[in-house]
């Protein structure tokens, strides 16, 4: 899904949560979330290409042109991990809503990115592949 669909789909939770009184506390950290997720694109693309880019074009052309990606901040765990720890900072509930609202719309509408929900899976994948690679005699 592209920038600018999160950006409104968070827009519009945002202003749900204004109307159903949430704090400004919690309807900020939702919103920054669903968008600010994205940034673990930007070390992923690092790791790839050994550069650093803003550029949303080069960034999804080089995400869609790779059959494997690591952007943890989409994965399942660290969304689990981020529930787990509201308990001590309940704010941080928000980020986790607005984290699970986003992989939604991402694996709703970004066939790349559904792979990669689970970091266990993108691990066991790559393990996969670097095994089969290993055995080829050819
Ligand atoms: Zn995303």
């Given at each position: 899904?592209k920038?600018r669909?999160h950006?409104?789909?968070?827009a519009i939770?945002?202003?749900?949560?204004?109307?159903?009184?949430?704090?400004?506390?919690?309807?900020f950290l939702?919103?920054v979330?669903t968008?600010?997720i994205?940034?673990d694109?930007?070390?992923?693309?690092?790791l790839?290409?050994?550069r650093?880019t803003l550029?949303v074009?080069?960034l999804?052309?080089t995400?869609a042109?790779?059959?494997?990606s690591?952007?943890?901040?989409?994965?399942?765990?660290?969304?689990?991990f981020?529930?787990?720890i509201?308990?001590f900072?309940?704010?941080l509930?928000?980020?986790?809503?607005g984290?699970?609202?986003?992989?939604?719309?991402?694996?709703?509408?970004n066939?790349?990115?559904t792979?990669?929900?689970?970091?266990?899976?993108?691990k066991?994948k790559?393990?996969?592949t670097?095994?089969?690679g290993?055995n080829?005699?050819d």
């Open positions: 899904m920038s669909y950006i409104a789909v968070g939770i945002s202003a749900l949560m204004y109307l159903y009184n949430y704090s400004y506390t919690w309807i939702f919103f979330s968008i600010f994205d940034l694109h930007l070390i992923d693309f690092y790839e290409t050994g650093l550029n074009t080069e999804s052309e995400l042109s790779r059959r494997y690591l952007i943890p901040l989409h994965s399942i765990e660290v969304v689990v981020i529930m787990l509201s308990y900072y309940l704010p509930f928000a980020v986790s809503a984290f699970i609202i986003h992989i939604y719309f991402d694996s709703r509408y066939n790349n990115t792979n990669n929900w689970l970091l266990l899976s993108f066991i790559n393990w996969k670097d095994w089969n290993c080829n005699p």
